[in-house]
């Protein structure tokens, strides 16, 4: 059965869901997103149990739909990151990591996409040359030993001295040929990790890094406040304006970002949560020790 083509809407929202630890997260991040904006959400969704579906399309104008399946949910979360593009029904989508909390409106982001073809965030290591979070351990030489762009050379990934390694938490993008080659490009590129993961962690900021610079799309680069991570906020100095987009895990959040997603449903639900559900505090697929390598052909 051929399947009908993919309606797009305007403008919309899409995150991922793979498994039970980010349950929670989900739940939360979908509150915050509805107490600013009434954008159609997509969630791309994998083994969490149909029983509990209805726990987020609870808020109104949420779509789940099937990401691309393996029993590592790391590898799956990457897969479907991969898959953004081809699962978002919108012409202008943001996609944010299910651990965000919006703090306000977003729709200068939406606007932006008139002019440019993706927004982004640095990573805070931002320099190719310092981005030993991409890198395995090998043995007892420590990753910070280890000279990372030739490694990263090595393998094939197009990058250089110039490549700069952006967050995948918190991306922007319209519809449009040169996207749709960026993100063909970072499911190749993810493939040569998958291939070498004697050396590499199954990151997706190296393979997201690579197909910038292989398609070099038209680019503007956010401000920290727009994907903050609140683990690394001494990395980011003083900021100019209120962070408005707050990448960190629920359990972990300051009471004001959870005061934004509080309401009677939410509180009720995490009751329950705190008994029946796990969270990412205790998440061991989180840790670098835990993220073992993966065979190429899961």
Known sequence: MVEPPMT?????FITILTGLYSFQ???????????????????????????LHPLLTVFGNVILKPAPSNPNPVLASRLAKVALYQSAPFEKTIYFDCDICLLANVDEIFESLNEVDLLITRDVRPNIRDAVNLL?????????????????????????????????????????????????KFGKYLQI??????????KDQGPFAAAIEATQPKLQVLPPTYNFL???????GELQDPVKVL?????????HAKNVTRSLYTRVFDRVARYLLPNQVNNPWRTRKAEKPVSSEN
């Open 230 to 236: 609140s683990k690394w906020k001494d990395a980011y």
């Open 136 to 184: 395995r351990p090998q043995g007892d030489r420590r990753v910070e030993e280890v000279d990372v762009l030739p490694t990263l050379q090595a393998v094939g990934l197009p990058v250089n001295e110039n490549t700069v390694q952006y967050n995948g938490g918190m991306m922007a993008f319209k519809r449009n040929a040169l996207v749709e080659e960026l993100f063909n």
């Open 247 to 255: 990448h960190c895990t629920y359990p972990m959040r300051p009471q």
């Open 8 to 12: 797009i809407a305007e403008k919309g």
């Open 25 to 51: 997260d989900c739940v939360h991040f979908i509150a915050s997103v509805r107490k600013f904006h009434t954008e159609p959400i997509v969630v791309l969704i994998d083994r969490v149990p149909i029983l």
């Open 193 to 202: 990790v998958m291939e070498n993961q004697e050396r590499l962690l199954l």
